[in-house]
């Protein structure tokens, strides 16, 4: 049974390198020109997103989420 996990990130490209280059994800899913890469391994889909993509839509209690990773500090 596959689990599915949507990470709201500032920087897809770099946060998709990381997880396929040096924690054996492999990439999945790639829409041209939208904000997204779907990555997996095993049983773990990663849906990553950044900002403009459809994660980052207003939650029912209309908070806006936040990016929890993708830029180093």
């Known amino acids: ?20 280059s040096l924690l054996g ?6 829409w041209a020109g939208a904000p997204f890469r779907m990555l997996e391994r095993g049983d ?10 459809s994660a980052g839509r207003p939650m029912p209690t209309a908070r806006s989420p936040v990016p929890v990773g ?3 500090s």
């Open 44 to 53: 773990l889909v990663l849906w990553v997103s950044g900002p403009g993509s």
């Open 1 to 20: 049974m596959a689990v599915s996990v949507r990470y709201l990130v500032d920087d897809v490209e770099t946060v998709s390198a990381f997880y396929v």
């Open 25 to 30: 994800f492999r990439e999945v899913g790639d």
């Open 70 to 72: 993708g830029t180093a």
